[in-house]
């Protein structure tokens, strides 16, 4: 068999597929976009079998380093030591190891890695970047995050803060490449949308609905608006973070009267209807965020979007002039979603955020983006080294 023009080994401690996963949903968008453009690439992927996995179309070979629920510190070293073996036994056979996520896991196994073949990319500002824990763990992820760092090809941003966090940690700043989180720009789309209804609106929300995610704050802004006299409602959509939080959500939708006025829509399959066809703002007022896709989707519809400040959200919405962001609290969220709708703004709004998202998060920009940072051109134009053709991997589970 040829050699393929690009491969890349992907290590997603996180899953493969199915489930409802940020850095999951962000490694199936980027790597979907990345296959389309370069159809000859070979993609191969080192996973956690969470029990619910559902292998993505893009995916040449996959092996899965343990699995189950529990996902404590010995599960994480565990997997991390299986990945740092299988980096091993590749002996530099592939293009780019690509590390999604710099939690403990890749980070061992990026230890393995030869100098200058990892893509990093972190998925949560202040987050996976950060040494946390106990001091002598806190000191350790802190040494291998200036390792990873010190011998990557380059690092991708989804925000600013991102970019700010990999400088500290000593990555030069022309390695570190900005990074969109691709959306299918055939179905996700502005056409056909309406106006909103004079003297109503819809919010909506579309993720985990948790205490990280304050869909509550939601129903707080529509108690607000309906008390100046807007027809206001909420569809949300996704499932629940836990049964606690469900209870508790549901409870407060009927402690403020709200049984008439929101939908709970838990997981969907046509997201991209509902932000068309069933939602006027996007509302989303994280307390900590990467890129959310779900933002980066709300957009490519054309959807003003009103959120806080976190993560890549506050930054891409001013530099849209898709929307606006929020401080998080029921008042702030209404004020903000007003001046979205008052004297006919809210067009000019939905333009921006559609233009915005078009040039920053289309699949073909973000496949291009990626190719680029890691030395492709894609489509069989590689700008890199030939390698050798990649060993292959066993499906079943690799001992450790």
Excluded: C
Excluded at 82 to 111: C, F, K, M, S, T
């Amino acid at each position: 068999m040829g050699r393929p023009e690009f491969s890349a080994l992907v290590l997603s401690p996180w899953g493969l597929g199915g489930g409802y996963s940020g850095p999951v949903t962000f490694l199936g968008r980027l790597f979907g976009a990345v296959h389309e453009a370069a159809p000859g690439a070979r993609l191969d992927v080192l996973y956690r079998d969470r029990g619910a996995e559902q292998v993505p179309g893009w995916v040449h070979a996959r092996a899965a380093l343990g699995g189950g629920p529990s996902w404590g510190l010995r599960a994480q070293l565990a997997w991390g030591l299986r990945a740092a073996r299988a980096v091993r036994e590749r002996a530099g056979r592939d293009d780019v190891i690509h590390l999604q996520g710099l939690y403990l896991p890749n980070l061992i196994a990026a230890y393995s890695a030869p100098p200058g073949r990892t893509a990093l990319l972190p998925v949560l500002e202040r987050g996976d970047l950060v040494p946390a824990g106990p001091r002598p763990l806190a000191a350790l992820k802190l040494r291998l995050l200036r390792r990873a760092v010190g011998r990557a090809r380059v690092a991708f941003a989804i925000s600013r803060g991102i970019e700010r966090e990999l400088r500290a940690l000593g990555m030069p700043p022309e390695r570190i490449v900005p990074l969109g989180n691709a959306v299918d720009e055939g179905e996700y789309t502005r056409a056909g949308r309406d106006v909103p209804a004079a003297g109503a609106v819809r919010l909506g929300f579309v993720g985990k609905l948790g205490p990280i995610k304050r869909p509550q704050l939601l129903l707080d802004a529509v108690v607000a608006l309906r008390g100046r006299g807007l027809d206001a409602t909420a569809v949300f959509v996704g499932p629940f973070a836990s049964p606690d939080f469900e209870a508790g959500f549901r409870a407060r939708v009927a402690e403020l009267g709200l049984e008439g006025h929101v939908t709970i829509g838990g997981m969907r399959t046509d997201v991209a209807s509902a932000l068309r066809t069933e939602i006027d703002v996007f509302v989303l007022p994280s307390s900590s965020e990467g890129m959310p896709g779900a933002l980066a989707e709300a957009m490519m519809t054309g959807l003003p979007a009103v959120v806080t400040d976190v993560g890549a959200m506050g930054d891409t919405v001013i530099a849209s002039g898709g929307g606006l962001v929020a401080r998080p609290d029921g008042a702030s969220l209404a004020d903000a979603v007003q001046r979205v709708l008052d004297d006919g703004a809210w067009a000019e709004y939905s333009r921006r955020a559609a233009e915005y998202a078009q040039a920053r998060f289309g699949s073909r920009a973000v496949a291009a983006a990626y190719l680029a940072g890691v030395g492709q051109r894609g489509a069989g134009d590689s700008a890199a080294e030939p390698a050798p053709e990649p060993a292959a991997l066993q499906t079943q589970e690799l001992g450790a």
